[in-house]
């Protein structure tokens, strides 16, 4: 089966970098994406990584080892704006198949 | 449209009834997914269109759910002789084939009493 892992909640305060970890066991993989979740609002599409190695998007950067089944989202100079749920997501190839989603994290951010 | 659109926002109805979720992806996007979200929870898959191909229903929890596409256009998710379990924000997204970015509606948020 499938299973995604990440911390279900996380706090830091403003300016501050924080680490969200995800870990996952699937039968394939073609990837690892992270969606944001405000309170209420939907889910939307942060950053993905296909191969091994950070990629960094402003002050959000994302990190995948494949041999490790592990990857990372570190947000940096943290505003009271980036406190949301925080998820990894798994497509397990190409085409053919949903995108998985963990639990998920909540990050609050306090001043 | 400019983005996935769901109807309605908001649905209550009487356990035992059948509802019917809407889902519009955003036009030239093949794959269509819908995802139940209970309260504080994360996202559960429930079923995935591909194009023409068949779709993934792996994720159904049980024969009172079923969902239909007509080719790439709107999905419906029908929830049959619903529960007070079922309530939870229905969420549908879209995406271009292969493309590793889905794109969400707001939502429909659907209460059993």
């Known amino acids: 089966g499938q299973s995604l892992e990440q911390p279900s909640e996380v706090t830091a305060v403003e300016g501050a970098i924080v680490q969200i970890n995800c870990t996952y066991q699937?039968?394939?993989?073609?990837?690892l994406s992270w969606y944001q979740q405000h309170d209420g609002g939907a889910p939307t599409f942060l950053s993905y990584?296909?191969?091994?190695g950070l990629e960094e998007t402003g002050r959000f950067s994302s990190f995948l080892s494949r041999s490790d089944s592990y990857g990372y989202l570190l947000l940096q100079e943290l505003q009271m704006k980036d406190s949301a749920s925080y998820f990894c997501a798994v497509r397990e190839n190409q085409a053919g198949t949903a995108l998985i989603f963990g639990k998920g994290t909540t990050l609050s951010v306090s001043s | 449209g400019a983005g996935v659109s769901q109807s309605p926002s908001n649905k209550v109805t009487e356990k035992g009834k059948d509802v019917e979720l809407r889902c519009d992806p955003i036009s030239g996007h093949t794959a269509l997914y819908w995802y139940r979200q209970r309260l504080g929870q994360g996202l559960e898959f429930l079923i995935y269109?591909?194009?023409?191909?068949?779709?993934?229903k792996s994720g159904l929890p049980s024969d009172r759910f079923s969902a239909e596409r007509t080719g790439e256009s709107v999905s419906t998710l029908t929830i049959q002789r619903t529960q007070q379990e079922d309530s939870a924000v229905y969420l549908c997204?879209?995406?271009?084939?292969?493309?590793?970015?889905?794109?969400f509606g707001q939502g429909t948020r659907l209460t059993v009493v």
């Open positions: 269109f591909q194009g023409n191909s068949a779709p993934d």
């Open positions: 997204a879209s995406s271009r084939t292969g493309d590793t970015e889905a794109f």
């Open positions: 990584n296909a191969l091994d």
């Open positions: 699937t039968s394939g993989f073609y990837g």
